[in-house]
């Protein structure tokens, strides 16, 4: 039978607590639920003890990334249900995922849908990420932002090195899955709005999105981004060539440039796909 543990990132979120924690307590069943206090100004800490949560305290924020982390290590399921704090998230939906995991994958996610998203803005963004990474791996990813997920604890802890003490660990545990060939599974569910502040913010995590783009095609495969940048350099080095061939029978330096440049490109990305086989070998292996 596998044991479940809850851990939810909170970072005053004394207001979601009050209502979430006692719902799980009475409606999902798992070995326990960790709350860790990521720097709270509240008394977030006070709320979750007081429901008979574990809590585990960051003397400053350190990040939903970090705290993601610091439960991951605490926990001691077999599986690991991550979800949020301001409750966005409902204790059925934690248990229709954990029904689904109980089908034989390795990770389940509550997929949002366009009625979850707090705009419209957020609604295309996040279309935007699921479009390009499932064209990265090949499958359909319904939502590479969720923060609802149930996880196998081992596979999980394999690559919990790689995660960022930010908002994108979601990104990247879901290409780290896919490309290490586990099976992942989306299931819809609505979320509700949350309860306080948002921590998110419109311009500077705009820009981190954005790198997270590129994130998710690294992370995957870095020659499918950098094979196509090499190709374009390659093309117009030899379209100049033949421009200035045909014109001024001459060799131009920018031709040269552009030529070594692209080969440049392609041997680093080359390289990156090297290591990055190899690092998700190396996790295969320890399982």
């Not at 992370?219 to 421009?243: H, N």
């Not at 031709?255 to 996790?283: A, D, K, P, R, W």
Request: aromatic share 12%; charged share 15%.
């Amino acid at each position: 039978m596998t044991n479940f543990s809850i851990v939810i990132p909170a970072k005053n979120e004394s207001g979601g607590l009050l209502g979430l924690l006692p719902e799980l307590f009475e409606q999902v069943s798992v070995l326990e639920v960790i709350v860790v206090d990521d720097g709270s100004s509240d008394n977030t800490a006070e709320v979750a003890e007081s429901f008979g949560a574990k809590v585990i305290s960051h003397n400053y924020s350190k990040g939903n990334g970090a705290a993601i982390k610091a439960g991951a290590r605490a926990a001691r399921g077999d599986a690991i249900i991550f979800m949020d704090g301001d409750g966005q998230h409902s204790p059925d939906d934690v248990n229709r995922l954990i029904e689904a995991y109980g089908e034989g994958y390795d990770m389940v996610v509550g997929a949002r849908g366009k009625s979850s998203q707090a705009s419209h803005s957020r609604w295309l963004g996040n279309g935007a990420y699921n479009f390009i990474s499932s064209l990265m791996v090949g499958h359909k990813i319904d939502d590479l932002t969720s923060g609802l997920r149930v996880v196998n604890a081992k596979k999980f802890k394999g690559f919990i090195f790689m995660l960022p003490n930010g908002f994108s660990y979601p990104t990247t545990i879901t290409m780290a899955f896919f490309r290490a060939g586990y099976s992942v599974k989306y299931i819809p569910i609505i979320a509700s709005e949350r309860i306080g502040n948002s921590h998110l913010h419109v311009f500077k995590d705009g820009v981190r999105f954005f790198i997270i783009i590129f994130k998710v095609a690294t992370l995957y495969s870095p020659l499918k981004i950098f094979f196509p940048v090499s190709s374009m350099l390659f093309f117009t080095s030899l379209s100049y060539y033949l421009f200035t061939y045909i014109t001024d029978n001459r060799l131009t330096n920018m031709t040269v440039i552009l030529f070594v440049i692209s080969v440049v490109v392609f041997m680093i990305g080359l390289v990156s796909e090297q290591i990055t086989t190899l690092l998700y070998q190396n996790s295969n292996q320890e399982d």
